[in-house]
């Protein structure tokens, strides 16, 4: 097994700190998924999904967890599958 040095999901450098690589990327969109999923799962947020937040920050509408506090439903209507979910 030969320990990742780049980010698989931005391509960026890695650290090890402690059992963990970590991207060195603040703006790593494997990390903003992490960092939201892990907040709506907190919060017990059922209606979206991991594929529905990989939609959100890859049409750049949520890089933060901050952002979900400031989606509309235009924002949402944006999204490919809820397109062809509502036609």
Do not use: M, T, W
Request: hydrophobic share 40%.
């Amino acid at each position: 097994f030969e320990v990742p040095i780049k980010c698989p999901a931005c391509d960026q450098n890695v650290i090890i700190k402690d059992i963990r690589l970590l991207c060195l990327n603040f703006h790593c969109p494997g990390k903003i998924k992490e960092e939201v999923l892990n907040f709506i799962h907190r919060i017990d947020i059922e209606a979206i999904s991991d594929k529905r937040v990989e939609d959100l920050i890859k049409h750049k509408l949520v890089n933060k967890i901050e952002d979900l506090y400031r989606l509309s439903i235009e924002d949402f209507l944006r999204l490919e599958k809820v397109q062809k979910k509502l036609a």
